[in-house]
Every structure is written in structure tokens, then in C-alpha cells.
């Protein structure tokens, strides 16, 4: 379903190489996420998840903040702009466990800015390949518990909605068809506000994009399911679809493999072969920095052998 389509394109922070620096740092000031709708996990794990590894060089006040926890062990004594860069570096770099730690400190905390990031660390924590189901389910539950709170404090937090949506499709997979589809229009309503509160979000527009694709391309046995569950099922077309998917790429050009592929995929489901192989090239010459692109570069590559 939509939902669960959408955990997979929030699958990872759309990144690049920091000049300087050994880690893979996000683009722009807004790549709140996702990376995640979700992460499908990818590289975000291999041999750099473990708390004791060491960070590489960063610069000016991320870089004091690491040293400060390091040689005090003290997180506490942190300034609210420490914690918070501190944090933003560490999910920029991939550390996942690390990241969760430092921010589980503030789970009482009534800063959203706090509260956000912890609901995505805990979601990215549930995907990773060494948590067990149970565990998976609880943090899935947490995270959504946590953004909760973070709009409730600050409703006018575009980071908030955005992973209110993609932590909703999380707890959905746990709760059947008929609430997973209920939660589809709550979703697409958060997806919006997001954009109103930060219309720079292209990663945002990306995951709404991906909404509108995911119910334009449902089959039709689906529909009807869905029609007897719900008078007005969601719907879209791709037309929906790509106007987003093309405004994502409009805002933060090249942001991110993904919205290339979709590119591609949704000018393909249109018919218009030209454009479909235009954008399906531009995928494939996207570097592969993670393990998503890797596999995003193989489905472009495999859908223009098909092509010819």
C-alpha cells in the first residue's frame, strides 16, 4: 500500500560528500529525514554503527560538542545548539546508534526541535538489520509517541508534520488494512502542511510525490477492497505525481537518486518514453554514495535494458 511505499522512499538522507570531512554529510539545511519514507535501511549501518567507533573530523562547533562529550561523558552540559548540531552531524554521518543515545536523554523534553529528531532516530534505530521484531515494533511505536509530542508543542514545525506523516505509515503496517488506509488522507494532510510551513523542503515534496504515485499505480482489485472499506478511497494520477516529483527537483536539484528514478518511472506509467529514458539516464549517472542509490542506479539500469 501506499504506506508502506512510502517507508521505503523515506529511506535515507539525501547526501553528499562534505568537503574535508570523511563522513557523508546531508544536503542543505532540510534534509530532515529521511531519509528516511524510510529507511529501507541501506548503508546507514555497515560497520559504522557501533557507539565506541570514533567520529571523523568535523569542523567549528559540531566538532567542540563531539569533544566535549568525549572527554566529559556529559551530554548535559551541552548547549541547546550544541545537542542540536551535534545531532544533525551524527545523522548526517550515518551514526544511528549513537545519535539515539545522545537524544534519548531528552525524551521528556518539551522542545520539539529535540523531540522530532528523537522520533527519526528511533524510527532509523527500528530499521536497522540487527533489530529484532519486537524491538522493531516498540521503537516504531516510540518514534510515533515522540513526534506526537513535537507537534503538540510546536504545531508550527514543518519537521514535525513531516515525520508525523512517515512515522504514521510506520505504526500502520502494525495495525491492519483498514486504519492503514484511514491513515492515508491524515498522512497527505501532515505531507502539506510540511511544504506550507517550509515550501524549500524538497524532500517533503519528494514523499508526497511518492504518495500520489503509490495510489496512482494501485491495481484495481485494491481499489475496490479499498472502496468497500472506505465510500471515497484516497486516489491520485501521475500526473499528480510528477508535478511534485518535478517540483522537488526544481527546489534542490539532483537532491536525490530517488526522485530521478521516479522521474523516470512516472513518465514510463505516462507513456512518454522520451522522457522516461531522459530521467532514467540521469539515475543511472547519479554516484552511488549508499546503498539505496546502488540499488536505485540497478532499477534504472534494468528499466532502460526494457526500454531499449
Same mark, same amino acid.
Given at each position: 500500500?501506499?504506506?508502506? @511505499?512510502?517507508?521505503?522512499?523515506?529511506?535515507?538522507?539525501?547526501?553528499?560528500?562534505?568537503?574535508?570531512?570523511?563522513?557523508?554529510?546531508?544536503?542543505?539545511?532540510?534534509?530532515?529525514?529521511?531519509?528516511?519514507?524510510?529507511?529501507?535501511?541501506?548503508?546507514?549501518?555497515?560497520?559504522?554503527?557501533?557507539?565506541?567507533?570514533?567520529?571523523?573530523?568535523?569542523?567549528?562547533?559540531?566538532?567542540?560538542?563531539?569533544?566535549?562529550?568525549?572527554?566529559?561523558?556529559?551530554?548535559?552540559?551541552?548547549?541547546?545548539?550544541?545537542?542540536?548540531?551535534?545531532?544533525?552531524?551524527?545523522?548526517?554521518?550515518?551514526?544511528?546508534?549513537?545519535?539515539?543515545?545522545?537524544?534519548?536523554?531528552?525524551?521528556?523534553?518539551?522542545?520539539?526541535?529535540?523531540? *522530532?529528531?528523537?522520533?527519526?532516530? +528511533?524510527?532509523?534505530? +527500528?530499521?536497522?538489520?540487527?533489530?529484532?521484531?519486537?524491538?522493531?515494533?516498540?521503537?516504531?511505536?516510540?518514534?510515533?509517541?515522540?513526534?506526537?509530542?513535537?507537534?503538540?508543542?510546536?504545531?508550527?514545525?514543518?519537521?514535525?508534520?513531516? *515525520?508525523?506523516?512517515?512515522?504514521?505509515?510506520?505504526?500502520?503496517?502494525?495495525?491492519?488494512?483498514?486504519?492503514?488506509?484511514?491513515?492515508?488522507? @491524515?498522512?497527505?494532510?501532515?505531507?502539506?502542511?510540511?511544504?506550507?510551513?517550509?515550501?524549500?523542503?524538497?524532500?517533503?515534496?519528494?514523499?508526497?510525490?511518492? *504518495?500520489?504515485?503509490?495510489?496512482?499505480?494501485?491495481?484495481?482489485?485494491?481499489?475496490?477492497?479499498?472502496?468497500?472499506?472506505?465510500?471515497?478511497?484516497?486516489e491520485s494520477t501521475y500526473e499528480e505525481a510528477l508535478a511534485?516529483?518535478?517540483?522537488?527537483?526544481?527546489?534542490?536539484?539532483?537532491?536525490?537518486?530517488?526522485?530521478?528514478?521516479?522521474?523516470?518511472?512516472?513518465?514510463?506509467?505516462?507513456?512518454?518514453?522520451?522522457?522516461?529514458?531522459?530521467?532514467?539516464?540521469?539515475?543511472?549517472?547519479?554516484?552511488?554514495?549508499?546503498?539505496?542509490?546502488?540499488?536505485?542506479?540497478?532499477?534504472?539500469?534494468?528499466?532502460?535494458?526494457?526500454?531499449?
Open positions: 500500500m501506499a504506506g508502506r @511505499i512510502i517507508t521505503r522512499c523515506v529511506s535515507r538522507a539525501v547526501v553528499e560528500f562534505g568537503s574535508g570531512a570523511n563522513c557523508v554529510k546531508s544536503r542543505g539545511t532540510n534534509r530532515n529525514y529521511w531519509t528516511a519514507l524510510r529507511r529501507t535501511s541501506t548503508a546507514l549501518t555497515s560497520g559504522r554503527a557501533a557507539f565506541l567507533l570514533g567520529l571523523p573530523a568535523l569542523s567549528c562547533l559540531g566538532y567542540a560538542a563531539y569533544r566535549k562529550v568525549q572527554s566529559s561523558a556529559v551530554v548535559c552540559a551541552l548547549e541547546r545548539g550544541e545537542v542540536l548540531e551535534l545531532a544533525d552531524y551524527l545523522y548526517s554521518c550515518a551514526e544511528t546508534e549513537k545519535l539515539y543515545q545522545l537524544l534519548v536523554q531528552y525524551k521528556d523534553s518539551n522542545d520539539a526541535e529535540f523531540l *522530532w529528531r528523537l522520533a527519526r532516530a +528511533s524510527r532509523d534505530l +527500528s530499521l536497522l538489520p540487527n533489530i529484532e521484531a519486537g524491538q522493531k515494533k516498540q521503537l516504531t511505536f516510540e518514534a510515533f509517541e515522540y513526534v506526537k509530542k513535537a507537534l503538540e508543542k510546536d504545531d508550527l514545525c514543518s519537521a514535525a508534520h513531516k *515525520w508525523y506523516a512517515v512515522c504514521l505509515s510506520d505504526v500502520g503496517d502494525y495495525e491492519g488494512v483498514k486504519v492503514k488506509i484511514g491513515n492515508s488522507y @491524515i498522512i497527505r494532510d501532515h505531507l502539506e502542511r510540511a511544504i506550507e510551513l517550509n515550501p524549500k523542503d524538497a524532500t517533503s515534496i519528494h514523499i508526497l510525490g511518492y *504518495w500520489c504515485f503509490a495510489f496512482a499505480e494501485l491495481p484495481w482489485y485494491q481499489r475496490k477492497v479499498a472502496a468497500v472499506i472506505f465510500s471515497s478511497p484516497p511534485f516529483f518535478l517540483k522537488a527537483e526544481e527546489v534542490d536539484p539532483n537532491f536525490y537518486s530517488k526522485n530521478l528514478l521516479m522521474l523516470g518511472k512516472t513518465y514510463l506509467a505516462m507513456k512518454d518514453k522520451e522522457k522516461a529514458l531522459l530521467w532514467l539516464t540521469k539515475t543511472k549517472e547519479y554516484p552511488a554514495h549508499t546503498l539505496e542509490d546502488k540499488e536505485v542506479h540497478n532499477e534504472a539500469v534494468d528499466l532502460l535494458k526494457k526500454l531499449g
